[in-house]
């Protein structure tokens, strides 16, 4: 009964933002551009409670590459490409700014997290200043937990934590403890295998 309660509400949320989804959809198949996406996803960032979350959670359900519906979208909290996916049950805090990535399902964010589509936007090939940016797609894998005001950069495998301010410049194991920065595993979970064991 509570989700078929969620999922009016969902579909609520998503006549009230058809407009948006509209603006942004005629965006995608007419320019190669992102302006309209991102306009529309830092004004949704600032709508407040719950109100906020199902506006932001239809918006982008209807306008990422995959989303699912189910999702949790902090305040101040936005994607700056359309590129991105986000499965089942993963959620953020307050003020994340995601780039190209792919959020695992179940994947729990803390607050001022970034994710800014790897870590060689202004270079190219061959390691010279670029006027071009470049973007990396970055994955963080299911059920990983990413604490308060990480930076991630690079791969992050499956159930991990990744520590409060770890920078993750480089890819990380499933089922690891991630800290520091530049981040490094800091203790291998249940399962995990070390870089030392894999060669």
């Known amino acids: 009964m509570r989700r078929r309660i969620k999922l009016l509400i969902f579909g ?3 006549l009230l933002v058809s407009p948006l989804i509209l603006a942004a959809m005629l965006e995608r198949s007419s320019f190669k551009g992102e302006g309209v996406f991102v306009g529309i ?10 109100i906020g979350v199902y506006l932001r959670a239809a918006f982008y359900w209807a306008t990422l590459e995959r989303c699912d519906w189910e999702i949790h979208v902090g305040f101040g909290s936005f994607f700056t490409h359309r590129g991105a996916t986000l499965g089942k049950n993963a959620s953020m805090g307050a003020y994340c700014v995601i780039g190209y990535a792919d959020i695992g399902a179940a994947v729990m964010m803390a607050s001022r997290i970034s994710i800014p589509s790897g870590k060689r936007q202004h270079f190219d090939d061959l390691g010279r200043i670029s006027a071009d940016p ?14 308060e ?5 690079a791969d992050v495998g499956q159930d991990c934590i990744v520590c409060a301010g770890a920078v993750v410049t480089s890819p990380m194991p499933d089922r690891a403890l991630i800290g520091g920065n530049p ?10 295998v070390s870089a030392s064991e894999t060669g």
């Open 12 to 14: 609520v949320a998503g």
């Open 41 to 50: 996803s830092q004004f949704l960032s600032l709508l407040p409670g719950a």
């Open 134 to 147: 470049r973007f990396d797609r970055v994955a963080i894998g299911p059920r990983t937990w990413v604490g």
């Open 149 to 153: 005001g990480a930076t991630v950069m």
């Open 183 to 192: 981040a490094r595993v800091l203790k291998c979970l249940e399962g995990c």
